[in-house]
Nanobody
Framework: QVQLVESGGGLVQPGESRRLSCAAS????????MSWYRQAPGKEREWVAS?????????TYAGSVQGRFTISRDNSRNEVYLQMNSLKPEDTAVYFC?????????WGQGTQVTVRA
């Protein structure tokens, strides 16, 4: 059974940093690309970043977070991370860890990040 458990969210001030973690289980973690998504209030869920299975592997970011966020993974711990720097109020959202194991995409429960002065 695929399980994804996010942690690390909270309330931060603009300009501060936060690191999110996602613990994965129930599948061969080192085989799959891992992704982060987010969903802001009243908006659709959007993709944030992805990291390929191998280390080092292909990493891609949404334009809105490029240069501020860093995705990484530890295949020995079955964990994926999202280091978020220079946070802005518009980064406020529920952040989800996700994996696509065709034909299904799996999601964690999400962790809330609120950026507010």
């Amino acid at each position: 059974q695929v399980q994804l458990v996010e942690s690390g969210g909270g309330l931060v001030q603009p300009g501060e940093s936060r690191r999110l973690s996602c613990a994965a289980s129930g599948f061969s973690f080192r085989t799959y690309t891992m992704s982060w998504y987010r969903q802001a209030p009243g908006k659709e869920r959007e993709w944030v970043a992805s990291i390929a299975a191998r280390i080092p592997g292909q990493i891609t970011y949404a334009g809105s977070v490029q240069g501020r966020f860093t995705i990484s993974r530890d295949n020995s711990r079955n964990e994926v991370y999202l280091q978020m720097n220079s946070l802005k109020p518009e980064d406020t959202a529920v952040y989800f860890c996700s994996i696509l194991i065709p034909p299904q995409r799996f999601w964690g429960q999400g962790t809330q990040v609120t950026v507010r002065a």
